[in-house]
């Protein structure tokens, strides 16, 4: 079965970096776009970015250029997303997400990782 | 910016049909994806391309998509139905979307 299993939650200073990292499993890596999603303590999902574990390529929201990168190991099934300048609001749970092939959809999410900028 | 609305809030009664609607500028163009969220969960998958539903996803699940409103509609609610419900689509200029949410209470 597929699953998704992210790193575990972090506390960092304002102006520091955070990498999380959500290792997948199931399913062939490669073959399908890994996304970042996050939610903020009682607010909603907010699209970050995407990586194509295939080719390294990557998009990412507006908001994000320039503060946020997306890598992946493939020889380990892993993506990474990595933060940098963290503000007191980037507080919030980050998600991993697997694309749902042939749709623009997202069809398993990973448990999430809490980070707190404090 | 392509922008999606839904009502913050929606209450329904248990075995009654719930609607949560979801408004953007001729969304009915565009594929529309319904995600359900319970309290301290990763969001579910519930339907997809407006109208599919992944596996596992009861029947009473179902969307529409038109003009400018799509909506996700559920049948016979249940109490274990409560929970937070997002829009989300894909748009060329504003990229990956979702709405701000519509939080489904079961009376």
């Known amino acids: 079965q597929v699953q998704l299993v992210q790193s575990g939650a972090e506390v960092k200073k304002p102006g520091a970096s955070v990498k999380v990292s959500c290792k997948a499993s199931g399913y062939t890596f490669t073959v399908c776009y890994m996304h970042w999603v996050r939610q903020a303590p009682g607010q909603g999902l907010e699209w970050m970015g995407w990586i194509s574990p295939n080719s390294g390529g990557t998009d990412f929201s507006q908001k994000f250029q320039g503060r946020v990168t997306m890598t992946r190991d493939t020889s380990i099934s892993t993506a990474y997303m990595e933060l940098s300048r963290l503000r007191s609001d980037d507080t919030a749970v980050y998600y991993c997400?697997?694309?749902?092939?042939?749709?623009?959809?997202?069809?398993?999410w990973g448990q999430g990782t809490l980070v707190t900028v404090s | 910016s392509f922008v999606l609305t839904q009502p913050p809030s929606v209450s329904v009664a248990p075995g009654q049909t719930a609607r949560i609607t979801c408004g953007g500028n001729?969304?009915?163009?565009?594929?529309v994806h319904w995600y359900q969220q319970k309290p301290g969960q990763a969001p579910v998958l519930v339907v997809y391309d407006d109208t599919d539903r992944p596996s596992g996803i009861p029947e009473r699940f179902s969307g529409s998509n038109s003009g400018n409103t799509a909506t996700l509609t559920i049948s016979r609610v249940e109490a274990g139905d409560e929970a937070d419900y997002y829009c989300q689509v894909w748009d060329s200029s504003s990229d990956w979307m979702f709405g701000g949410g519509t939080k489904l209470t079961v009376l």
């Open positions: 997400a697997r694309q749902l092939v042939g749709a623009t959809a997202i069809d398993y």
């Open positions: 001729n969304i009915g163009s565009k594929s």
